[in-house]
């Protein structure tokens, strides 16, 4: 008796007579146990596969039926099914399942020296496929990352037979099986390289020629790239042959140097849609409505449906008239449809503040005098202001610049009817494209020869998507990936689609799905799942990690589906790792989301916050190891943490990170997870002083605080408390910190350990942030006291670190000394650690205060040089001003103004104008007292030093 899944699952007798097993349910148990043959599968795993994450009341009796069913049979063969503890065991020969006969094979295959014996090999093997692998059982997801991971392994073992069958001439033989995969998975560039190589090897190099060159133009039209070097050195095996014909012949394009963008005033604009279309008429109305000859304070609204192309059309008109804005341009997504995570109007207001010039400390926190103040930077400024997606009138008004020359330009798929009456709006309806534009589109993609041929078709496949360009596209590109395909084939398949998915609407929202859904029946099982997942993700970009955290695989199988996405233009790599999704995409993966039960859309979002848990959590614990007192073990553990082997890669992890960990502390709070929520704000805090992000981080700390307060637990309110006490410091809101450090002090007892240690911390620098110092020296003392009953030395760094800080206030230099250094021996194995270089600045400053001038400027120049290893820029900012209070006192004025020119340098940066302003007029009056020598000649080259030293 032998077990067939790669095909109709089934039983066959010793005569090759199939034996049919009724029932999808009864086959999935069978597929299971063959697949597992010799090894226990455990109870849970066959309700997985039967039923996903619902199994019914009576489901351990039903899978004990089928169980006895499938013995029925198998009595009088060699395999049988045992029962264990834990479930059923199916004991045989493996090779009876022509699963594992077909992984011995393409084994030996693999070890097998000849090529011609191996080629028989993988012959053997991909001949016992006989249909699709497993499609006959429940269409569950454990059934589909199966099948998914079979497939894959039969187009490894194609490309493996095809290698061989080339090394011994017989390419030729490959071609039925690699056209079938081209057919399924065009954009594959392994799967065109060979078969432009067999072709050539059968005597075809017109028709290899041909392939190379519809897979180049496919690969630039759906993704902007260029054939990478296995299909480039398929193309030069066939240019070499003497059999080409030279008319045919062309070399692989060179990529071109990329050209430097213009920089504006503000920020760049969004990147050009490629392949861009029609709209004349469009673009001559914004000229007219926001262009040279615009009327004060023109306000235009592009409105119109989901991949009607308005984004793209506003971005190509902003392009052409940018130059006509004298200070530059502001744009921003604001996501209004995003049903996960929609952009906060005071958030974006506090965005464009940045932009505008502002210090974080400048900005204020509540949204109506954000709006005052950016009327007010507005007023003077000739600006273009384009916002994109915006979901309702309520959430741009604020927005709205007040120089009369400015300009606005915003897209919505509402009518936003209210900016008509209030502000005068001028309002565009983009409609779909008319019929010759988008055959033109059409055109690009297919070449005006092949929609010559079937014009009839082609104008029914242009109406069927509803002429809006993002369908087109998606239809065009399927198109040419088969050539062999008529207009009218692909035209059926989309007409069936529709009677079985929403029909086609005026609105053309269906069209776009339906596109989608045509696109997603292409993808392999992890990466179908991982578009719905992505739902969860609330921040505008998912590298590989998070990508394995949400689908609980392996970092291999993640960049694989990120990659399958990227192929098929649902996702674009924004950088290297690094992938961003369109609004649309996200709304699509939402009602996929929306399909699956709560239960398992709840434990997508707690995967995404223990990932988030353990990947701050590495990072804090670089920046202060004593955080790491707080952490909790997470539920599903991550299967890779992004790699943070320093200070320096932490920051800039967090830096990319920070709006995702923000929103998802505020999703969490919003779905009730809160002890994971508070806590990753937490964690968070730290990264945030590290990055100089203090307006975001109080906007983090806020959610966690309210996450804290939920859980009842007291300790977690006081932690949160007292971080959202440091961070208003940093905000400068003395006062208000010192509020909460008291009742964050008060609120811990004895038995909370590390949160009263804490929080004593926090509460003794408030006090002397107000002036305090006698109060704030006696609780730093206490907390000292506390701190050696408990025994926490890592702790203790950071208490002996404030601890010196207090005694270099009061004057107490020796004592300030001891704690410096004490925090210093302790914090050792972590030399770039935040109070490990505060306790080093301290250092420094007691040596001067006892008159040891010399190491004191060994203490602080080792100081900057750790900030600047370390990349933490806010630290490294108020390093170089204090050192350069150092040199001035000293008697070294023009090394004290370089230093200086290096903090405003820095403030700069981070986008701290208003340090970076007063310290600038610091260092221009230190300037003007200097000999003229020393002035024009000194300070640029030590100016220069500290530049160079820094970016090192």
Not at 261 to 268: F, I, N, T
Request: hydrophobic share 45%; proline share 6%.
């Amino acid at each position: 008796m032998r077990i067939r899944l790669l095909g109709p699952t089934e039983l066959r007798a010793a005569d090759g007579r199939g034996i049919p097993v009724p029932g999808a349910k009864r086959r999935g148990v069978l597929a299971l146990l063959a697949l597992e043959i010799g090894r226990c599968v455990r109870v849970e795993r066959f309700y997985h596969l039967l039923w996903d994450e619902a199994p019914p009341a009576q489901a351990k009796a039903v899978l004990q039926g089928h169980v006895a069913a499938l013995r029925k049979h198998l009595t009088g063969t060699a395999l049988t099914v045992e029962t264990r503890s834990a479930g059923y065991l199916l004991t045989g020969d493996p090779e009876a399942v022509d699963v594992h006969r077909f992984r011995a094979l393409t084994a030996h295959a693999g070890e097998e020296p000849d090529d011609g014996a191996a080629a028989g090999r993988y012959g053997e093997a991909l001949r016992l496929w006989e249909g699709d692998a497993l499609a006959d059982l429940p269409d569950t997801e454990l059934r589909r990352d199966l099948a998914g991971r079979l497939e894959h392994a039969h187009e490894q073992t194609v490309h493996d037979w095809t290698e061989r069958l080339l090394r011994i001439g017989q390419g030729a033989t490959a071609l039925p099986v690699l056209e079938q995969q081209l057919h399924t998975e065009w954009l594959q560039e392994p799967t065109a390289a060979l078969l432009v190589r067999c072709l050539h090897q059968a005597g075809r190099p017109a028709e290899a020629l041909r392939l190379y060159h519809r897979s180049r133009s496919g690969l630039a039209t759906e993704l902007g790239l260029r054939p990478g070097p296995t299909l480039q050195a398929a193309l030069a095996t066939v240019l070499a042959d003497e059999r080409a014909t030279a008319g045919h012949a062309r070399a692989p394009d060179r990529a071109e140097p990329a050209r430097p963008l213009p920089r504006p005033a503000v920020r760049p604009l969004p990147r050009r849609t490629p392949g861009f279309v029609g709209r004349t008429a469009e673009l001559g109305w914004l000229d007219r409505a926001c262009g040279a000859e615009r009327p004060d304070h023109a306000l235009a609204v592009v409105i119109g449906a989901a991949g009607a192309g308005k984004t793209a059309t506003v971005v190509r008109w902003a392009h052409t008239a940018a130059g006509g804005f004298r200070d530059g341009h502001l744009h921003h997504d604001l996501r209004g449809f995003d049903p996960a995570h929609p952009s906060d109007p005071a958030e974006v207001l506090g965005r464009f503040l940045r932009m505008l010039g502002l210090a974080e400390a400048e900005i204020p926190e509540d949204r109506a005098r954000r709006g005052a103040l950016y009327r007010e930077l507005t007023a003077e400024r000739e600006l273009l202001v384009l916002l994109d997606n915006v979901r309702s009138a309520a959430d741009v008004t604020e927005l709205l610049p007040a120089g009369p020359r400015s300009a606005t330009v915003m897209t919505s798929r509402n009518s936003l009817e209210d900016l008509i009456v209030t502000e005068g709006a001028a309002l565009l309806r983009l409609e779909a494209l008319p019929e010759t534009d988008a055959l033109d589109l059409l055109a690009q993609v297919l070449g005006e020869r092949r929609l010559a041929a079937e014009p009839a078709a082609a104008r029914r496949l242009a109406g069927l998507c509803d002429h809006l360009p993002l369908a087109l596209r998606i239809a065009a590109a399927r198109l040419a990936a088969q050539p062999s395909w008529t207009v009218g084939q692909l035209i059926a398949e989309v007409e069936d689609e529709r009677t079985r998915l929403p029909a086609l609407d005026a609105l053309g929202g269906v069209s776009v799905r339906s596109a989608l859904n045509l696109t997603l029946r292409r993808l392999p099982p992890a990466a179908v799942r991982l578009v719905a997942l992505l739902a969860v993700a609330p921040g505008p970009e998912i590298d590989v990690p998070t990508a394995a955290a949400l689908l609980a695989a392996p970092p291999g199988e993640a960049r694989r589906a990120l990659g399958a996405l990227t192929a098929h233009h649902l996702l674009t790599e924004t950088a290297a790792g690094r992938y961003g999704r369109h609004d649309l995409i996200r709304l699509y993966g939402r009602e996929l989301l929306d399909a699956d039960p709560p239960a398992r859309r709840h434990r997508a979002l707690v995967r995404l916050l223990d990932y988030y848990l353990a990947a701050a959590g590495a990072g804090a614990g670089l920046l202060q190891p004593h955080l790491t007192e707080f952490e909790r073990p997470v539920a599903f553990p991550p299967p890779v943490l992004p790699e943070l082997p320093d200070v320096r890669s932490a920051l800039d992890w967090f830096r990319a990170e920070e709006p995702t960990v923000r929103a998802l502390v505020a999703a969490g709070t919003a779905a009730g997870e809160d002890e994971r929520s508070w806590l990753l704000a937490f964690l968070a805090n730290c990264l945030y002083f590290g990055a100089g992000q203090l307006t975001d981080r109080l906007d983090c700390l806020r959610h966690g605080l309210a996450a804290a307060t939920r859980t009842g637990d007291p300790a977690a309110r006081a932690l949160l408390e007292a971080a959202t006490a440091r961070a208003l410091s940093g905000k400068r809101r003395p006062a208000a910190a010192l509020v909460l450090a008291r009742r964050a002090e008060e609120r811990t007892r004895e038995h909370d350990g590390p949160a009263q240690i804490y929080a004593m911390g926090v509460l003794a620098v408030a006090l002397a942030d107000r002036g305090d110092l006698a109060e704030a020296l006696r609780l730093s003392d206490a907390t000292v006291r506390r701190l050696d009953e408990l025994g926490l030395n890592r702790a203790g760094a950071a208490v002996l670190s404030n601890a010196a800080t207090l005694a270099n206030l009061s004057g107490e230099g020796p004592t300030a000394l001891r704690d410096a250094r004490e925090a210093r021996r302790l914090l050792a194995p972590y030399p770039h650690a935040t109070f490990h270089l505060l306790a080093l600045v301290e250092e420094a400053q007691a040596l001067r205060l006892l008159g040891r001038v010399e190491e004191s400027e060994r203490a602080w120049l080792e100081a900057a040089a750790r900030c600047r290893a370390s990349a933490a820029r806010h630290l490294e900012a108020a390093v170089e001003q204090r050192f350069a209070d150092f040199l001035l006192s000293t008697g070294r004025p023009a090394e004290a103004a370089a230093r200086l020119r290096t903090a405003v340098e820095l403030y700069g940066e981070l986008g701290d104008t208003g340090s970076a302003a007063e310290l600038g007029a610091r260092a221009a009056a230190i300037e003007r007292e200097l000999p003229p020598q020393t002035a024009t000649e000194r300070i640029p080259r030590a100016a220069r030093i500290g530049r160079s030293a820094r970016t090192a």
